[in-house]
């Protein structure tokens, strides 16, 4: 698909549009195009390589902590919302109904799953019978719809992919406690693989997924300052056992209500992966995620090629047996100039250039895509090198996007403060808050930022409500989002 | 989820009632569950745990062979239905429709896809320009949806899992022979992995795909002697280019259409993989697909689990290190009898039995599922035992199978006797056919077998048609199917 690469254009820099240069980048990285459906993408192969990639590792953790996966239908009977009110109430705009098979109406409309609680817990309703069908830990990989009114490739899309795990429990603290495990897993993953620093803590009521007892998030800060949830872990409590009377025959030959969770992780991910680590170069990608972590760009005059070629490709090999994922660009219709600014552009972490006077000294330059520093290596050292330096480079990655996170986020003295904070300084606010959803939402109207959420670790305690001065009950933090 | 193993229910004898053995199987095994959605299953994890053993196999072939893995929309406008009229009139029935979207009507109606070639077809006229931009080569692993009049859980589902493959070449050549190639790659998977014997060849055009010039499949038999199609290449020739416009300026600087294929694989295979290896006691799988290859059953008295258990897990790590699936159940509340029976029903491949007098005499007994013959194994020769044992099971299970579609394979005579054989002996009819629909119509009247494919290598040539006596211009498979 050479078309885009054809047309060379520019990338708007990030101080001018951040939206721009945000489009802009994964339209010239090849990930995404938009689709003639409105609100739906389509993902490229290098742009579902990278989901591919989250969900490789996300699945390795949801299996190591006893998750098994399982399918459930795309479609949910109407009646099905009705039997948890809040969550009828959060999903019904954003539902789109199928009515219809070839010529006939049907009976009871089908909503395509904005999320699968209510038939998950009409499964489990009959599968669980006794505290020895207990714990249920269940993971689902699936598309989703919720139609959105506003859409943006990746971040907010009206069909989107994700996983949402179902896990059913006998007691409110083994539920808590899962519900804190995989917030736990999702962080790992996040800050470990995606090198993105997150803020971990409770939503406020007014932000919580309609039906849950308490939702944990991560939030991450994008490069324009604003937040994006990074992923959700819902304490749902009995709220949907009773609403589909799932119980279960306990040790004390009771019959009680079970105890649910659910969380997820979507392809709204790849947004912040790009709009975390990106420059106004394009993609940055951290070593442990990218598809290509070592890209070799042969160099040298044309009459070179036969002794640079074989010795490149012993390189690419060494490096492809001790699992480095390493390609190479050998064409010839490319100047390697191009090729250097095509694979920044696309965000391999390492460049290794390798050309006749570099053979003659039995060395290779390896060009960092983080810091853009060169280093000449040794052949004989490159396979232990690179793995060394692509390591660098993760953690490095990973300090850089905490540092930019902590120079952009403080507390706010009132609400002009945190007006100049979110809108001039593009930060996160951190205040006090009195817990009144009066408060919150006048925040909301007059600085555009919303709560993110209620951290677990707040770097400071904060005394009064930053709107009504009264007794804070909690440190929010507060930020304009996607 | 221990609910279904509190009522142990017998599976019915396959002699009694095929279909019923195949429902009790699956539901006894758990890898399913009817949901409350018509004709759309729950895939439970053991069941799903199968289906991810498929697509890892299936998607590492068709890396290898170039492809790469992208995703489109799940809705399709109602406008690109029309666009190819034979595919249109073939998928019409069967469409579910988007009509509303929470309390608006949709101006245009959306259907949710029961295949892609439409919408891939569209972003591909957006992405091909040149014959630089050709081939593209690109997979999709998707749920689809076809409302289906009657369903069978695994084989016909209303909602159902699968890959799709779409290809784009410049030339009609190449066109096929990517065709082929992915009729090569599933035989190869379907042959060596699920160790099914497959009949390959070409659809009568009644039966190819609508709007494809020509369909070839793999046929498998099933242990009633039914026929069930487990994969399909379309090579579609100009008919999806044309309708969507998607044309590239080729070498000699003309403006061309593409030629474009078709391929795809879903969890039908399932279905296949249990009807053509169960038997009365339940699934047998083949150890390259099984998830878990061997189950250690400790045995002996319970004061001597201090010694068995230990001993049991030396072996089991022993195993895992060497690569192989292994799972130990060393529950007190089930008996080894109740063990043997269970993991036989879930066609585990081999038993491992441990006991105190094996251990005094430093050996193992290895009990295979699909023959039930026993060995015994000294404990240092396990790890070397058990690959040779799994391959020798793979092996033995697809002669089994495949000795079995050669007893039920005849060429029929005349139409009483592919009645008979259809009918009585449950078996495929090889006839000859002048290639008249009429004639395979009257055929499908008068015994309820349909043509399966015009084989590649047919066993042999029949002159007339086995309907109207006219010249054959075909060697045709005929037989009842899924």
Known sequence: MAKEKDFVKEITPQSEDFSRWYLDTITKADLMDYSPVRGCIVFKPDGYELWEACQRELDRRFKATGHRNAYFPLFIPESFFEKEKEHVAGFNPELPWVTEVGDAKLEERLAIRPTSETIIGYMYSQWIQSYRDLPVLINQWANVVRWE???????????????EGHTAHATDQEAREE??????V?????????????????KTPSEKFPGAIATYSLEAMMKDGKALQAATSHYLGENFAQGFDIKFLDRDNERKFVHTTSWGMSTRILGALIMVHGDDRGLQLPPRIAPTQVMIVPIGPAKTRDRVLPAARQVMNALSDGG???QMDASEDQSPGWKFNEYEMRGVPVRLELGPRDLDADQAVLARRDTGEKETVPLAQITTRIPALLAEIQQSMFTRAQEFQREHSRIAANLAD??????TERGFALVGWCGS???EEKI???????????????????????????????????????
């Open 179 to 184: 519900t804190m495990r995989m917030l736990d």
């Open 149 to 163: 009114k506003r859409t943006m490739p990746f971040l907010r899309t009206s069909e989107f992919l994700w996983q």
């Open 437 to 439: 959803a009066a408060c």
């Open 186 to 202: 999702y962080t790992d993953f996040v800050e470990n693989e995606l090198a993105i620093p997150v803020i971990r803590g409770q």
């Open 418 to 423: 945190l007006h100049e904070i979110v809108r």
């Open 324 to 326: 480095i994922r390493v």
């Open 444 to 482: 909301k109207e007059e600085t555009g930022a919303t709560s993110r959420n209620i951290p677990f670790s707040p770097p400071a305690h904060i005394d009064v409500c930053v709107t009504c001065g009264q007794k804070a009950e909690h440190t929010v933090w507060f930020a304009r989002s996607y």
